[in-house]
């Protein structure tokens, strides 16, 4: 079974731009979750979608959103960006039918902003 | 809600042994415990359910105090595999997962 992908690995954008990252879960996980990692603050939690609808939410500014689509690929936009977004970005997917089941991570989106 | 881990870096001699704890100021469905490597993706090790046993992976195991809301990590006879990033991710019943900070580990020979 292919694992978690995400695209791009990395990106460089300036400030006051906008950006795109995508993220293809395992197969048969409806369930994705973005996470923003930055030195010294661990993985802090974005937000998880779940058939195509946004289901939980974390503490960010609204220039974080993110999408679903019905094939469980989930995209995520930031813009007007900020110096302090520069973050390595993971993606998470799960099949929480199952119990027991954990989230399996992509290998990120290293995002520098200049 | 993001769970708190300590210690923050410890530095262990191969075959010694070394407990991660993380506390949470929220009710507990499960903990999950994942490792990450410099440069790499959190990979999974364990998951402890409410009213679950005691987990164990090779000379990893890790127990879970649903009164107290707390885990911890048990690595016994450390290997300079075992060198990484270690996070709890705390599960209340939301079906996300908030993470820790991290705990450092770097296993030297």
């Known amino acids: 079974k292919a694992g978690v992908t995400q695209t791009p690995r990395y990106l460089i954008k300036t400030r006051g731009q906008q950006v795109t990252l995508s993220c293809s879960p395992i197969?048969?996980?409806?369930?994705v979750s973005w996470y923003q990692q930055t030195p010294g603050q661990g993985l802090q939690f974005l937000f998880e979608y779940f058939s195509e609808t946004q289901r939980n939410k974390g503490n960010f500014p609204g220039r974080f959103s993110g999408r679903q689509f019905s094939n469980s690929r989930s995209e995520m936009n930031v813009s007007t960006l900020e110096l302090g977004d520069s973050a390595l970005y993971l993606c998470?997917?799960?099949?929480?039918?199952?119990?027991?089941?954990?989230?399996?991570f992509g290998p990120g989106t290293r995002l520098l902003v200049l | 809600q993001q769970p708190v881990q300590s210690p923050q870096a410890v530095i262990l001699r191969e075959g010694e042994d070394a407990v991660i704890n993380c506390s949470s100021s929220?009710?507990?469905?499960?903990v999950h415990w994942y490792r990450q490597k410099h440069g790499e993706a959190p990979v999974f090790l364990m998951i402890?359910?409410?009213?679950?046993e005691q987990k164990g992976h090779e000379k990893i195991s890790a127990s879970f105090n649903e009164k107290k809301q707390q885990s911890s990590l048990y690595l016994t006879a450390s290997q300079l595999s075992y060198s990484g990033t270690y996070f709890c991710?705390?599960?209340?019943?939301?079906?996300?997962?908030?993470f820790g900070t991290g705990t450092r580990l770097t296993v030297i020979p």
């Open positions: 998470a997917s799960r099949n929480p039918d199952l119990l027991q089941e954990t989230q399996y």
């Open positions: 402890l359910l409410k009213g679950g």
């Open positions: 991710g705390t599960e209340g019943g939301a079906n996300n997962l908030f």
């Open positions: 197969s048969g996980h409806r369930s």
């Open positions: 929220k009710a507990l469905y499960s």
